[in-house]
């Protein structure tokens, strides 16, 4: 999936919870290779934004950056 993720959400929740990201991708269930491609705006697979709006507890439209 190309990337059109609103990543202030992801930066925004990191910084909130006092997270590193090496933990927000363990509550995530992602690598943290993948969490940097997603910031740095290469593809993802799907199941990485399920995961990510999961924790975020939003749903998967409202993380896409429209």
Do not use: H
């Amino acid at each position: 999936m190309k990337n059109f993720i609103d990543t202030k959400l992801i930066s925004d929740y990191i910084e909130n919870n006092g997270l590193t990201k090496k933990e927000f991708c363990r509550q995530c269930g992602i690598t943290v290779s993948t969490l940097n491609n997603i910031l740095k705006g290469n593809d993802f697979k799907t199941s990485s934004l399920r995961k990510l709006a999961r924790t975020l507890n939003i749903s998967s439209d409202r993380i896409l950056d429209k």
